[in-house]
Antibody, heavy 120, light 110 residues
């Protein structure tokens, strides 16, 4: 069965960077794009961007341009999302989610989420 | 890119029907037939309920239906059950390979 297993909770200081991983299993990793979505405490979902694991091609939400980097390692079926210059506003649960058809935006499987807390 | 507009909360009794709206612009909801809906229970990851405006993934009950008119998409849940109590989010393609979510709607089953 399809599973997306994310890395654990992180606590970071303002100005630092965080790198969250998402290991896929149960399907052909290179056949599906992966998105990242975050959710601040008590807030809604926010789309961050996607990565094509085969080519490494990415597309980011304008809000995160210059601060987010999504990468993948096909040898271990894992994608990564790195966010730099963290502020308290980046405190959120970060989800990876598989796109069922290239970059359609239809997110059919989600990871369990990774809590990132930014505090001095 | 501004979030799509959803009512913050809706409530209805078991067995009744409820409709949640999702309003965007001609640059997102109105411009493409690429609207999806997600259900999220507290502390859980979102779950895909509807895609491509009105298509249901396998396993999603037929009680869930959706449509779109102009810049507004709608999710209707009929025959409400206690387990339907959750947050619901719409999501739309917004051009240049980007996507935007709605602010979310808390559904309370009275």
């Amino acid at each position: 069965q399809v599973q997306l297993a994310q890395s654990g909770a992180e606590v970071k200081k303002p100005g630092a960077s965080v790198k969250v991983s998402c290991k896929a299993s149960g399907y052909t990793f290179t056949a599906y794009y992966m998105h990242w979505v975050r959710q601040a405490p008590g807030q809604g979902l926010e789309w961050m961007g996607w990565i094509n694991p085969t080519s490494g091609g990415t597309n980011y939400a304008q809000k995160f341009q210059g601060r987010v980097t999504m990468t993948g390692d096909t040898s271990i079926s894992t994608v990564y999302m790195e966010l730099s210059s963290l502020t308290s506003d980046d405190t959120a649960v970060y989800y990876c989610a598989r796109d069922y058809d290239f970059w359609s935006g239809v997110l059919d499987y989600w990871g369990q989420g990774a809590q990132v807390s930014v505090s001095s | 890119q501004s979030a799509l507009t959803q009512p913050r909360s809706v409530s209805e009794s078991p067995g009744q029907s409820v409709t949640i709206s999702c309003t965007g612009t001609s640059s997102d909801v109105g411009g493409y037939n690429s609207v999806s809906w997600y259900q999220q229970h507290p502390g859980k990851a979102p779950k895909l309920m509807i895609y491509d405006v009105d298509k249901r993934p396998s396993g999603v009950p037929h009680r869930f239906s959706a449509s779109k008119s102009g810049d507004t998409a709608s999710l209707t849940i009929s025959g409400l059950q206690a387990e339907d109590e959750a947050d619901y989010y719409c999501c739309s393609y917004a051009g240049t390979y980007t996507f935007v979510f709605g602010g979310g709607t808390r559904l309370t089953v009275l």
